[in-house]
């Protein structure tokens, strides 16, 4: 890590719970349970073996069978935030899939229980705050995405403060899943997110925008599409940028043409986060760094993208002038 980007407090708006389990933990989790992992789950290095992006989807699908029961959900929360913790950062927004926990037999309330003693433990600790971002997988279908909205209203917690989106976003776009925002919105009142512009371009971003969300995950290929730049800066939208992520697969062939200075250039409010860190060799202090190394950004840029993420974060306002105070001493 390069020393500006080690110093600096972090912040982190866009990780998925399931896959920031690493190999070594999610053998853990599989012997924890007298599972067998298949041995195409990990290539010659012992690392996650993927070679598309639907693949890296089914891949980490078949790791997260592993995750079961709340200790494993509390364990994977614990251990990431620790990890992060070590790394400087004061604050991470965890998007959890009830979908995955469903699979694996554990109820809405128990996966949500194990996140939450996580979070919990880590910041006795180590002082991390963190949140949970409830997500539905857009590749199960809308009408599922309604159940897991529903969910979020039925079982409201002070740690569940968002709702958003993951999956095929190429297969399946943001518009019919409206009425599942408007639920996580109304009913359960939670600020929203969702992913667009990753594995679609801009017309998934547009669309993305027509949905109650105050970000959108990834949002990079907004680049494409001047007059959605200047959308995205008018309206202020938030952007949560995975550069590495981008790279591993395969939106951008490398760094050099990832556009993260580009729309920072254009005045797009952005942020760094580590997506699914094992499964791209990344962390969220790495995603630091690499803005420093292959951006050009300096401490003062840095020190603002974590502001960004903290302005933006989805936190109640004493929490977030307790974390913003932490940044500035």
Known sequence: MMEAAAMLPKAELHLHLEGAAGPELVRRLADRHGMTLPAELFNAKG?????????????????????????????????????????????????????????????????????????????????????????????????????????????PHPLVTGFGMGGDEAGFPPRPFAQAFRIARDEAGLACNVHAGEAAGPESVWAALRLPVARIGHGVRSIEDPTLVRELVDRGVVLEVCPTSNVATKVYPDYRAHPLRRLMDAGVKVTLNSDDPPYFATTIGREYAVAERHFGLDEAALRQVTRTALQAAFVDEPTRARLLSRLDS
């Open 47 to 155: 690392e996650f073996a993927w070679t598309t992006f639907l693949h890296f989807l089914k891949v980490y699908d078949l790791a997260s069978t592993v995750i079961r029961t709340e200790q494993d959900y509390r364990d994977v929360t614990y251990e990431y935030l620790k990890a992060c913790a070590a790394e400087g950062a004061i604050y991470v927004e965890l998007m959890s899939s009830p979908d995955h926990a469903a699979a694996a037999g554990l109820s809405y309330q128990g996966h949500l229980d194990g996140i939450a003693q996580g979070i919990e433990d880590a910041r006795a600790e180590t002082g991390i705050e963190s949140r949970i971002i409830v997500t539905c997988v857009r590749h199960l279908g809308a009408e599922r995405g309604v159940e897991v909205a529903r969910l979020t209203a039925k079982h």
